[in-house]
């Protein structure tokens, strides 16, 4: 248990995973060690000359930057492995209130921090939640070079005619933000084609792999499927290495016997952040949970349309995902995406001083409550590495709950 190691940062946990708990998976610590060495690697390739800019890491963004020879650097990564020095750095300088998002003050703090060795371009959307948008103003006097992709969101009610008014804003500002990516060139359209590609053939596999957890749940750990489908996107920059190595980690799969890795366990969603208290997934698998349902902004069952002009796929693809739609639409696919999984429960992760995701999680918490799925709420921080005693009872009387309902049915 991890306990009982004194793991506390979240460095010792992502090599607890992968040097005691999943010795056995060659893939799984290659996969641990790509995202340990992320943000380092960004760092390295633009130092050494290589196109890198930031951007969210998620949808369509990667398959662009990729696709126009620029490396995506994902602004949400930053922080993740320890940033208490980052936070008191962004409340110091800007006297930023201690309740503001951790998350938001990580980001800021590394950003200042490390501007003489970050890459200068910063893309972000308008999606992003109002603290992202102002900080990202704020760099602007620090020598960042940001571009905002100013889009809304798709709601469901709209005419014909207001639909292609959103689509074509939308594709001019993707024109838009690739020429300011490109310092003023053209797309390379056959380079996006190339990437959407092998987006979508990552995809798959992925899918393949989703498949494999329920059949062996307790093989890849909660953790380790996380930070896996961190990297769906944007590879950890190393997409030739990412792809063989889920390669290899399916056959890894491919390869055990029926009842292997198969111990009886609750089969729980996930929504919301992806924890930065890493023990956070422990508890749950080892108090008889696994998640096999993960929320993800990158939704592996979304694709591009490989018959588009990759311009026009990138609108369709980024129209279709649940991304840019209202909360109320979201809430019924998340409801459908739970279902499939088998979900007897969901557990709602959010950073404290999220303002975003409190009203968000009301109204889905609500819904799905109302459709007989139970949820609880955890309230994390960016700056630790362990859940408190009291956050772990919790999640482990939840999963008891379960466990009993399921052994009522």
């Known amino acids: 248990m991890s306990d009982e190691k004194n793991l506390k940062t979240q460095l010792e946990h992502l090599l607890d995973n992968k040097n005691v708990r999943q010795k056995y998976s ?14 380092p ?4 390739e633009h130092e050494s000359g290589k196109r890198v800019a930031w951007n969210c890491g998620l949808m369509s963004d990667p398959s662009i930057f990729y696709g126009n020879g620029v490396i995506p650097a994902s602004y949400t990564e930053l922080g993740r492995l320890g940033a208490i020095e980052e936070i008191t750095k962004a409340q110091d300088h800007f006297q930023i209130p201690v309740e503001t998002c951790s998350m938001v003050k990580a980001n800021l703090g590394e950003f200042l921090i490390y501007k003489d060795r ?15 948008n102002m900080i990202f103003e704020l760099l602007k006097d620090y020598g960042y070079d940001v571009n905002l992709f ?3 969101f798709n709601p469901g009610r709209k005419s014909e005619v207001r ?15 690739i020429e300011w990516l490109n310092d003023g060139a053209d ?5 996006m084609k190339r990437e959407q590609i092998k987006y979508n053939r990552v995809q798959r596999k992925l899918q393949k792999i989703i498949e494999y957890r329920f059949k062996f749940p307790t093989y890849m750990s909660s953790l380790s499927y996380m930070i896996m489908m961190i990297g769906n996107g944007h590879y950890f920059g190393h997409p030739e290495e990412y792809e063989k190595t889920i390669d290899d980690l399916l056959l890894e799969f491919e390869s055990l016997k029926e009842g292997e890795y198969h111990d009886e366990k609750v089969v729980l969603g996930w929504y919301g952040a992806r924890g930065q208290e890493f023990n956070v997934y422990e508890t749950i698998d080892e108090s008889g949970g696994a998640i096999l349902a993960f929320s993800l902004p990158n939704n592996p069952y979304t694709l591009f349309d490989e018959s588009l002009d990759p311009i026009e796929a990138v609108v369709k693809f980024e129209f279709s995902d649940r991304s840019s739609m209202s909360v109320a639409e979201r809430n019924g696919i998340l409801l459908n995406q739970f279902q499939k999984y088998g979900a007897k429960g969901v557990l709602f992760y959010g950073f404290l001083g999220c303002s975003l995701t409190s009203i ?3 109204m889905t918490r609500k819904y799905l409550q109302e459709n007989n799925i139970p949820v609880l709420n955890l309230v994390g921080s960016f700056d630790v590495g362990s859940v408190s005693g009291q956050v772990k009872t919790r999640i482990q009387a939840f999963i008891e709950m379960l466990q009993k309902e399921n052994h009522e049915i």
């Open 360 to 362: 968000q999680f009301e």
């Open 187 to 191: 797309p390379d359209i056959e380079g």
């Open 26 to 39: 060659p893939a799984i610590g290659k996969i641990i060690d790509m995202y340990i060495d992320y943000i």
């Open 118 to 132: 970050f890459p200068k371009k910063i893309n972000y959307s308008s999606h992003d939640c109002e603290p992202y």
């Open 163 to 177: 639909s292609e008014e959103m689509k074509k804003h939308y594709r001019n500002e993707l024109l838009r933000k």
């Open 41 to 44: 690697f960004l760092i390295r």
């Open 150 to 152: 100013d889009v809304g």
